[in-house]
């Protein structure tokens, strides 16, 4: 018979974890933005406080993140990508990603400048009002202000200061745009034109009776010496008191004074006086007296008198009046053989 003697023996088991931890991230979410952070905050709070979770098995853990913006802090518009990273004890890991998505859901809004219509007037030479500074220019807010951008419709700024508004009435809408979402507003801004014309006036003028029968003179045409007159909204018209070529009955040497007025198509005017002298300068008419015949009448130094020519004159007419006639003055008397007129 055989005995068989058992001897005692030792060995090691070495038991490793090759189990990767179980690391859920929640699901992605989107959220809105704040309502109640329109104090002009950027972000807003992520609402999701970090709900994952992790198993494994073997107790001891550790999860730490290591992408996107820590939990509870402020996580800008758009998308943002959380990460976690989870370890052992056996220096398994394993990752889980989610995103939040923060949407912009409240439009912005504007309000424009009270008053509108606004009255101004064009500041010469400009046919138009120029701004100053911000006047016109709205108020813009919004719960997340750096996206936020504000225009018009007349020169596509966000400002009007500067801004050449013309003649006339001019509606401008301003919008301010966040995202997809805007808002608008409008103001009237009613231009009018308060500038006079200019130009030069003409200088003291004559005119003459050209021998008209009633000693009658046409109104000359002063307008048309004007001819540098201009105005900041365009054409100006140029007119005076009474109209050129108008007959009217006056005296040599009277001064008449007209009135030119230069008229803009706002009604704005400018004026200036002009002196206008009336000369006669048509002669006298008369029938001349033909020979006459004077006699010495017995005088001693066989002397006679000039006779009275100037009486014999009757047909004496003038334009302007009445006409007066007079004879030569002798500055000698004639010899005998000399023919007196």
């Given at each position: 018979?055989?005995q068989?003697?058992l001897l005692?023996?030792?060995?090691?088991?070495?038991?490793?974890?090759n189990?990767?931890?179980?690391l859920?991230?929640?699901?992605?979410?989107?959220v809105?933005?704040?309502?109640?952070?329109?104090?002009?905050?950027v972000?807003?709070?992520?609402?999701?406080?970090g709900?994952f979770?992790?198993?494994?098995?073997?107790?001891?853990v550790?999860?730490?993140q290591?992408g996107?913006?820590?939990i509870?802090?402020?996580?800008?518009?758009?998308?943002?990508?959380?990460?976690?990273?989870?370890?052992?004890?056996a220096t398994?890991?394993?990752?889980?990603?989610?995103?939040?998505t923060?949407?912009?859901?409240?439009a912005p809004?504007?309000?424009c400048?009270?008053?509108?219509?606004?009255?101004r007037?064009t500041?010469?030479?400009?046919c138009?009002?120029?701004?100053g500074g911000?006047?016109f220019?709205?108020?813009?807010?919004?719960n997340?202000?750096?996206?936020?951008?504000v225009?018009?419709?007349f020169?596509g700024?966000a400002?009007?200061?500067?801004a050449?508004?013309?003649?006339g009435?001019?509606?401008?809408?301003w919008t301010?745009?966040?995202g997809?979402?805007?808002?608008t507003c409008?103001?009237?801004i009613?231009v009018a034109?308060d500038?006079?014309?200019?130009?030069?006036?003409p200088?003291?003028q004559?005119a003459?009776?050209n021998?008209?029968?009633?000693?009658e003179a046409n109104?000359?045409?002063?307008?048309a010496?004007?001819a540098?007159e201009?105005?900041?909204?365009?054409?100006?018209i140029?007119t005076?008191s009474t109209a050129?070529?108008t007959?009217i009955?006056?005296t040599?040497g009277q001064?008449i004074?007209y009135?030119?007025?230069v008229?803009?198509?706002?009604?704005?005017?400018?004026?200036?006086?002009?002196?206008v002298?009336?000369?006669d300068?048509?002669?006298?008419t008369?029938?001349c007296?033909g020979?006459q015949?004077?006699?010495t009448?017995?005088?001693v130094?066989?002397?006679?008198n000039v006779?009275?020519?100037?009486?014999?004159?009757a047909?004496?007419?003038?334009?302007c009046?009445?006409?007066?006639?007079?004879?030569?003055?002798?500055?000698?008397l004639?010899?005998?053989?000399q023919?007196?007129?």
């Open positions: 018979m055989v068989v003697i005692p023996c030792t060995y090691n088991v070495t038991v490793q974890d189990d990767l931890p179980i859920n991230c929640p699901p992605n979410i989107t809105q933005s704040s309502v109640e952070m329109i104090t002009y905050q972000t807003v709070v992520l609402l999701y406080n709900a979770t992790v198993s494994d098995n073997c107790p001891g550790n999860v730490v290591i996107g913006p820590a509870g802090t402020f996580v800008s518009l758009g998308l943002s990508t959380i990460t976690y990273h989870a370890t052992d004890l398994n890991t394993s990752t889980c990603s989610f995103t939040v923060v949407v912009d859901d409240e809004t504007i309000t400048p009270t008053g509108s219509p606004f009255s007037f500041d010469d030479p400009l138009a009002y120029t701004t911000t006047e220019d709205p108020t813009a807010m919004d997340c202000p750096l996206t936020v951008v225009s018009n419709d020169n700024m400002t009007l200061a500067g050449n508004i013309p003649q009435s001019t509606t401008i809408i301010v745009t966040s997809l979402l805007s808002a409008s103001i009237t009613d034109d500038d006079p014309p200019t130009f030069t006036c200088g003291p004559t003459f009776t021998g008209s029968v009633n000693c109104v000359p045409n002063l307008a010496l004007v540098d201009a105005d900041n909204c365009g054409t100006a140029v005076q050129a070529g007959p009955t006056v040599d001064i004074n009135t030119v007025t008229t803009d198509g706002a009604g704005n005017t400018a004026t200036c006086t002009v002196a002298t009336y000369e300068d048509d002669a006298p008369f029938t007296p020979p015949t004077a006699f009448n017995g005088n130094n066989c002397e006679a006779p009275n020519l100037a009486a014999l004159v047909d004496e007419a003038d334009n009046g009445t006409a007066i006639v007079t004879p030569y003055t002798l500055q000698e004639p010899s005998q053989s023919m007196v007129s």
